[in-house]
T-cell receptor, first 110, second 112 residues
Framework: KNQVEQSPQSLIILEGKNCTLQ??????????LRWYKQDTGRGPVSLTI?????NTKSNGRYTATLDADTKQSSLHITASQLSDSASYIC?????????FGAGTRLTVKP | DTGVSQDPRHKITKRGQNVTFRCDPI?????LYWYRQTLGQGPEFLTY????????KSRLLSDRFSAERPKGSFSTLEIQRTEQGDSAMYLC??????????FGPGTRLTVL
């Protein structure tokens, strides 16, 4: 079983709408959690990085939350744009080890 | 542009052939990572270097795979006797110590 589970596996929304992606993890000990955006055929690009003491962090229209007690994180995208269509990957680090989720494939339609 | 470059971007080869990929990390980054990613999945760790030393190798890295980083700068990943199951995106990433990893654009390998 993957130590980082993401949901939903895929999501289709209309341009301008908001959406929330989920990441649950069992990785321990916890070092930090990152959200990456990966466009088709490209390498992942970091959106946010959160440590144990951080509950929320924003990067433009992207807001990530972290609940280290329940080991859950979310990525909220506000006022979606067509360019937000991509895979969003949750990565949890433990010391020198990184565990990748399978990603959520987001499609934004006009 | 993340600053990590990979070459080639695409490679098509016949089963049984050898292939070599190159990764040039961000210049001041001492750590370099190789990942493999198949369609619809997150990246899977293969190996990583700190400077020129290869510190960790995944079980995914069979004896047909070899990676080098001879001078602690660029790295190469070679796959010998390629198999159809090797078809994937091979991603390289670099970081400064344990800070955020910056990924390259990847090399898409297709084994016919």
């Amino acid at each position: 079983k993957n130590q980082v589970e993401q949901s939903p596996q895929s999501l289709i929304i209309l341009e301008g709408k908001n959406c929330t992606l989920q990441c649950n993890y069992t990785v321990s000990p916890f070092s930090n959690l990152r959200w990456y955006k990966q466009d088709t055929g490209r390498g992942p690009v970091s959106l946010t990085i959160m440590t144990f003491s951080e509950n929320t962090k924003s990067n433009g229209r992207y807001t990530a939350t972290l609940d280290a007690d329940t080991k859950q994180s979310s990525l909220h995208i506000t006022a979606s744009q067509l360019s937000d269509s991509a895979s969003y990957i949750c990565v949890v680090s433990s010391n020198n080890d990184m565990r990748f989720g399978a990603g959520t494939r987001l499609t934004v339609k006009p | 542009d993340t600053g990590v470059s990979q070459d080639p971007r695409h490679k098509i080869t016949k089963r049984g052939q050898n292939v070599t990929f190159r990764c040039d990390p961000i210049s001041e980054h001492n750590r370099l990572y190789w990942y493999r990613q198949t369609l619809g999945q997150g990246p899977e760790f293969l190996t990583y270097f700190q400077n020129e030393a290869q510190l960790e190798k995944s079980r995914l890295l069979s004896d047909r795979f070899s990676a080098e980083r001879p001078k602690g700068s660029f790295s190469t990943l070679e796959i010998q006797r390629t198999e159809q199951g090797d078809s994937a995106m091979y991603l390289c990433a670099s970081s400064k110590r344990q800070l955020a990893q910056y990924f390259g654009p990847g090399t898409r390998l297709t084994v016919l």
